[in-house]
C-alpha cells in the first residue's frame, strides 16, 4: 500500500484561499489515480476531485472551479489548491486512490474550518 500524509489545512473566512500538500510514501506505482476526499461532520467521506498520472483530472460539481489538483511526481506529492472556499467547504481533507474498488488505508486528514 501507499501511505499518504496530509497537511495544510487550518481556519480561513469565506472567500479564503488554503493550499493542502499530501506526500505519498511507499510502491509508487508510475499509472495512478489519485484523489481528494472531503468529509464534513455527521457526513460520509466523498470524492471531491482526482487526477491521473496522465493528468486528466476530475472534479464534483461543488467544487469545480473553485479547486485545483495537482501532483509533483518528483516529490510524490498531491496538492489541492482551493480558492473561494465557503462554509460547505469545512471538513476533514483526506488523499488517496481514487480509484472505484482500491483498497484504501486513511491517514489522519487534515481540518479545513471555513469560519468568519
Known amino acids: 500500500h501507499v501511505q499518504f500524509v496530509e497537511s495544510g489545512g487550518g481556519l480561513v473566512q469565506p472567500g479564503g484561499s488554503l493550499r493542502l500538500s499530501c506526500a505519498a510514501h511507499?510502491?509508487?506505482?508510475?499509472?495512478?489515480?489519485w484523489g481528494w476526499f472531503h468529509q464534513a461532520a455527521g457526513k460520509e467521506r466523498a470524492l471531491i476531485a482526482f487526477?491521473?498520472?496522465?493528468?486528466?483530472?476530475g472534479y464534483l460539481d461543488s467544487v469545480k472551479g473553485r479547486f485545483t489538483i495537482s501532483a509533483d511526481n518528483a516529490k510524490n506529492t498531491l496538492y489541492l489548491q482551493m480558492d473561494s472556499l465557503k462554509p460547505e467547504d469545512t471538513g476533514v481533507y483526506y488523499c488517496?486512490?481514487?480509484?472505484?474498488?482500491?483498497?484504501?488505508?486513511w491517514g489522519q486528514g487534515t481540518q479545513v474550518t471555513v469560519a468568519e
Open positions: 511507499g510502491d509508487i506505482p508510475d499509472i495512478y489515480v
Open positions: 487526477i491521473h498520472s496522465d493528468d486528466n483530472t
Open positions: 488517496n486512490n481514487a480509484a472505484p474498488g482500491s483498497d484504501r488505508i
